[in-house]
């Protein structure tokens, strides 16, 4: 079974910075393509990053580049996201996403509050 658990979520102030990391397991890590997706208070899902756990490849949104990274760690089986210079338009619950043989997984989510 494909599990994905978030955690890293939490409240900071603007100008700050946060890791979010996504533990998985029930797949081979090692093979597949995994992303963050956001989701801001009343409304739709947006896309925030993606990568491949086999390549040093990364899409970022106009809405993070310079400001987010993604990247993986293939030893843990755990796909980060760091968070710099967070603003608050950057408020969201935050998904990870991982496909695998074709199949899309989600995590439930980890919330992130930029506030002063």
């Known amino acids: 079974e494909v599990q994905l658990v978030e955690s890293g979520g939490g409240l900071v102030q603007p100008g700050g910075s946060l890791r979010l990391s996504c533990a998985a397991s029930?797949?081979?890590?090692?093979?597949?393509?995994m992303g963050w997706v956001r989701q801001a208070p009343g409304k739709g899902l947006e896309w925030v990053s993606s990568?491949?756990?086999?390549?040093?490849?990364?899409y970022d949104a106009d809405s993070v580049k310079g400001r987010f990274t993604i990247s993986t760690d293939n030893t843990k089986n755990t796909v980060y996201l760091q968070m710099n210079s967070l603003k608050p338009e950057d408020t969201a619950v935050y998904y990870c996403?991982?496909?695998?043989?074709?199949?899309?997984?989600w995590g439930k989510g980890t919330l992130v509050t930029v506030s002063s």
């Open positions: 996403k991982v496909r695998f043989n074709g199949v899309d997984y």
């Open positions: 029930g797949f081979t890590f090692s093979s597949s393509a």
């Open positions: 990568t491949y756990s086999y390549m040093p490849i990364a």
